[in-house]
C-alpha cells in the first residue's frame, strides 16, 4: 500500500467520524473544502496518533476525549481550539481583542495562558504550520483558513450566511432562512 | 464578427418571423449551453488559490447570463416566447460546436489547459471568407452522434436539431452547418434586418412585442456589460452585436464596444499568465502578472452523469437534488423572461443556492472513482 492511499484512508476515516461528531454528513463535510486542513490541523497540534486515538475511544466514556471536543469546534468554527480551551467559555472573548487590539472582554485572571494574548490570531498557524504536539506549549485558538471562516457549519446550521461573504442575494432578507434538514 | 447594420443585400436566410423565433430559441440554448462548462471550471478552483483564474471565469459566466438576457429582450421584442423549460434546452454534455471547418466537443470538466484551450474556441469563432464559405455541410461522422458516421435517420436527425447537443446547424435545414457561431449570429442579424425591412414596406414592424416583457437594467445588476432594451431595429443589432462582440471584441480587438476586455482576451490571459492593458496588442499583454496554479484544482470526473454515482449514495442524492434546484431556477428564469422581469431579482438567489450546491458536489471524492471528485450532472 502507497502512503498516498494510506493518507487518504485516514483523511476519509477523520471525515467519518467527524460527520458521527457534528450531526453534518460526510458528504457536507467534503463539501466545505476543508476536509484536509482540518485533518493537517488535528494531526500537527495533536500528533500523528491523535485521530486514530479519539476514533476508537468509547463514546459512552465521559468526559469525551478532549481532542474530541477540539474537532467538532474546528468543524463548526473553522478554529483550532486546543483541548484544554475547547470547553472554555471565555476563550471566544479572547480571539477577536487580539485581533482589534480592544481590551479583552473578560478579566484578566482569566486568561487561559500566558502567551494568549502575545500571539497573533491567525496567519502564521495554517495548518501543517508548526505544530503544539512535541514542543510542550499552549497554542492559542486560530483560524485555520479564510476558507475556514465562510464554511464554518455554524452557518448552515442556523440557517444564515457567513457575514461579509457567500452572500444571498439582493433582497434574499425578506424571506425567512433556508432551512435545511440536517 | 462584423456586424453592419444595414447592408441591405445581403441575403437572409430567415424569411418569416417565425423562422427568426426559431433561430432566436437555439440562440438562448447555446447561450445557456456555455454555462455549465464555465461553471464547473470556475468552482472545481479550490478556494484561495486561484483568484486570477477565479476572477476570469466569473466574469465571463456572469456575461454569458447577460448574453441569455439579451437574446431574450430580441425574442420578446419580436413576438416570440422565449422557453428555456424544454426538454432538451439543456444540452447532454459534452456538447458540440462547430469552428470553422471541425466541430470539437464542449465538457463539463475541471479547469485545466484543455478546458482553456476549449473556452478560447468558444469565444473566438472562425470568420468566413465570403458568403459562399458561410454553410458548411454537415459531416456528422466528424461529430460521432450516429453510428458509423451515417446519415442520421428522420427520427434521430429530429431529436438532434430540437436538442442542444449539437449547436450551429441551421434552422430548419439541418443538413447544413453554420462555419461558426459568430456566423449564426450574423444570419439572425440579416433577418432581422430583412423582415423588418418588408414590413416596412407594408407599413408594418416586426418589434411587435410587450415592452412591459423587457429585461430591462433595473432587473439586472452584473458589472459586465449593460442590458440593453430591445423596442426595434436598432436595439435589436446592438444587442445581437454585444452577444457576439463580448465573446471575440470589437473587429477583433481586445476590447468591445463598452470597453470590456473580450471574453477570449481574458481567457488568453490565462494561458500566456499576464493581464492586458490599454495599449497593447492582440496576443501580446504586457500588464501585471498573473498566477495560475494549475494544480490547485478539485478534480471532477469530466461529463459525471448521475450513473457514474451508484457507489456514492449521498452525493447522488445531493447531484439529484442539484438536477431539481436548476430546473427550479431555470423555471424562474423562464418566468422573468415571459412576463415577470421583477423575478429576476428571486432567480439571483436561487443561483447563489445553486453556487453553493455545486461547491458541495465539486468538492466531494467520489468512492466509485478514485481520484476524482463528483460534480453537477445538469441532467434536467
Known amino acids: ?182 | 464578427m462584423s456586424v453592419p447594420a444595414s447592408e441591405p443585400s445581403q441575403g437572409s436566410r430567415i424569411q418569416t418571423i417565425d423562422e427568426l423565433h426559431e433561430y432566436l430559441y437555439k440562440g438562448l440554448q447555446l447561450e445557456h449551453a456555455t454555462l455549465p462548462p464555465y461553471l464547473t471550471a470556475l468552482y472545481s478552483l479550490q478556494p484561495g488559490k486561484n483568484a486570477d483564474a477565479w476572477h476570469v471565469i466569473r466574469v465571463v459566466a456572469v456575461e454569458e447570463m447577460l448574453h441569455l438576457t439579451l437574446v431574450a429582450n430580441v425574442m420578446n421584442a419580436v413576438g416570440g416566447t422565449p422557453d428555456l423549460t424544454k426538454p432538451d434546452f439543456v444540452p447532454n454534455y459534452p456538447t458540440h460546436l462547430p469552428c470553422g471547418p471541425d466541430y470539437f466537443k464542449v465538457h463539463l470538466r475541471p479547469f485545466s489547459r484543455e478546458a482553456l484551450d476549449t473556452f478560447l474556441k468558444i469565444e473566438k469563432p472562425a470568420q468566413a471568407a465570403g458568403e459562399e464559405d458561410r454553410f458548411v455541410p454537415m459531416d456528422w461522422a466528424a461529430v460521432g452522434l450516429t453510428a458509423d458516421g451515417a446519415a442520421p435517420t428522420q427520427e434521430k436527425l429530429a431529436e438532434l436539431t430540437e436538442s442542444a447537443s449539437v449547436l450551429g446547424l441551421v434552422p430548419g435545414e439541418p443538413t447544413q452547418r453554420f462555419l461558426s457561431i459568430g456566423e449564426f449570429y450574423e444570419e439572425i442579424i440579416r433577418g432581422v434586418n430583412h423582415l423588418e425591412d418588408q414590413a416596412r414596406r407594408a407599413g408594418t414592424t416586426i418589434f411587435t412585442g410587450d415592452p412591459a416583457r423587457q429585461v430591462t437594467p433595473e432587473y439586472f445588476y452584473s458589472g459586465g456589460g449593460d442590458v440593453i432594451k430591445v423596442t426595434g431595429r436598432d436595439t435589436a443589432v446592438a444587442a445581437l452585436t454585444l452577444v457576439a462582440e463580448q465573446g471575440e471584441g470589437l473587429y477583433g480587438g481586445i476590447f468591445d464596444s463598452q470597453d470590456e476586455i473580450a471574453h477570449y482576451y481574458r481567457f488568453q490571459q490565462l494561458e500566456k499568465g499576464r493581464y492586458y492593458q490599454k495599449g497593447d496588442d492582440p496576443g501580446e499583454p504586457s500588464g501585471p502578472d498573473l498566477h495560475v496554479d494549475w494544480g490547485a484544482v478539485y478534480p471532477v470526473k469530466p461529463d459525471i452523469k448521475l450513473a457514474d454515482l451508484a457507489g456514492d449514495p449521498h452525493i447522488l442524492a445531493a447531484a439529484k437534488e442539484f438536477n431539481r434546484s436548476y430546473a427550479t431556477f431555470l423555471t424562474s428564469l423562464n418566468l422573468a423572461y415571459n412576463g415577470q422581469p421583477a423575478l429576476l431579482l428571486k432567480a439571483v438567489w436561487e443561483m447563489f443556492r445553486i453556487r453553493d450546491s455545486m461547491n458541495r458536489l465539486i468538492r466531494n471524492p467520489l468512492t466509485g472513482h478514485p481520484g476524482a471528485n463528483a460534480g453537477p450532472t445538469f441532467e434536467l
Open chain 1, 1 to 182: 500500500m502507497t502512503q498516498g492511499t494510506t493518507t487518504e484512508e485516514k483523511l476519509r476515516e477523520f471525515v467519518t467520524f467527524s460527520a458521527t461528531v457534528t450531526g453534518f454528513s460526510e458528504f457536507d463535510l467534503w463539501g466545505t473544502g476543508q476536509a484536509e486542513a482540518y485533518y493537517e490541523t488535528v494531526v500537527h497540534q495533536e500528533g500523528p496518533d491523535a485521530i486514530q486515538r479519539v476514533i476508537s475511544s468509547d463514546p459512552a466514556v465521559t468526559p469525551a476525549d478532549p481532542v474530541v471536543k477540539s474537532i467538532i469546534k474546528l468543524w463548526y468554527v473553522g478554529v483550532w481550539y486546543g483541548p484544554e480551551l475547547a470547553g472554555r467559555v471565555d476563550v471566544a472573548a479572547w480571539t477577536a481583542p487580539g485581533r482589534s487590539g480592544a481590551k479583552p472582554a473578560v478579566p484578566d485572571d482569566s486568561q487561559p495562558g500566558p502567551s494568549l494574548a502575545r500571539r497573533a490570531v491567525s496567519g502564521s498557524h495554517q495548518a501543517g504550520a508548526g505544530g503544539a504536539h512535541g514542543g510542550g506549549g499552549r497554542t492559542p485558538p486560530f483560524v485555520v483558513s479564510p476558507e475556514a471562516y465562510t464554511e464554518g457549519l455554524l452557518w448552515r446550521a442556523i440557517g444564515a450566511h457567513p457575514a461579509g461573504s457567500k452572500a444571498p442575494g439582493y433582497g434574499s432578507w425578506a424571506n425567512p432562512p433556508a432551512s435545511e434538514d440536517c
